[in-house]
């Protein structure tokens, strides 16, 4: 069955430290892995896309890794702040554009505390 | 911002009415899609149309139905509301970014409560 599982389900961190968001899928075939961030009340917002070539790629503060052997993924964001406070989401396709699926995980809600 | 918008954002009626929930993309994308979101829980797909005149049921049964006149709009309607269909929706649209990946882009979300 293919599933995106993320942890830890919610996290709350103090501003301006690091921290770092897990994704497992069992999605097959593979064809690109997203994080998006969504702020409460707003629809999502992509953060970064990753190929199955791709082992990590960065967005300012946010570096997302791919390991698409043990099919794990990471969103690692550094000096956090304030408005990182949101919920961020991993997502699975499992085509290209045109035919692929799109697999959502529940989420991890990080919470920045001043 | 993406340029992709919906209305309402909140919605409180009561069981049995009729309800449209808009949704507008100026971006000129083909794709369009409409997921239902629960408090905590993944996205689900009920709705994507990959053109005027082309509309498909999504992954999760719904008992919405939606339509594509225009390449620019895709609502969505319920023709009798349950509290069932409490929920949040989100309409999104994506264009091609390379050959095997597409950038979607979300609108804010219509918020619907069915008393």
């Known amino acids: 069955k293919n599933q995106v599982e993320q942890s830890p389900q919610s996290l709350i961190i103090l501003e301006g430290k690091n921290c770092t968001l897990q994704?497992?899928?069992?999605?097959?075939?593979?064809?690109?892995l997203r994080w998006y961030k969504q702020d409460t009340g707003r629809g999502p917002v992509s953060l970064t896309i990753?190929?199955?070539?791709?082992n990590t790629k960065s967005n300012g503060r946010y570096t997302a890794t791919l390991d698409a052997d043990t099919k794990q993924s990471s969103l690692h964001i550094t000096a956090s702040q304030l408005s990182d406070s949101a919920s961020y989401i991993c997502?699975?396709?499992?085509?290209?554009?045109?035919?692929?699926?799109?697999?959502f995980g529940r989420g991890t809600q990080l919470t920045v505390w001043p | 911002e993406a340029d992709i918008y919906q209305t309402p954002r909140y919605l409180v009626i009561g069981t049995g009415k009729k309800i449209t929930l808009e949704c507008s993309q100026t971006m000129g994308h083909d794709k369009m899609y409409w997921y239902q979101q629960d408090p905590g829980m993944e996205l689900h797909l009920i709705h994507y149309?990959?053109?005027?005149?082309?509309?498909e049921k999504g992954d999760l049964s719904s008992e919405s139905t939606v339509s594509r006149i225009r390449t620019e709009h895709f609502p969505l309607t319920l023709e009798s509301a349950r509290p069932s269909h409490t929920s949040q929706y989100l309409c999104?649209?994506?264009?091609?970014?390379?050959?095997?990946?597409?950038?979607?882009?979300f609108g804010p979300g219509t918020r619907l409560t069915v008393l």
């Open positions: 999104a649209s994506s264009e091609p970014r390379t050959e095997i990946t597409d950038t979607q882009y």
């Open positions: 990753m190929t199955f070539s791709e």
């Open positions: 997502v699975v396709s499992d085509r290209g554009s045109t035919l692929g699926r799109l697999y």
């Open positions: 994704c497992n899928y069992t999605v097959s075939p593979f064809s690109n």
């Open positions: 149309s990959y053109g005027v005149n082309s509309t």
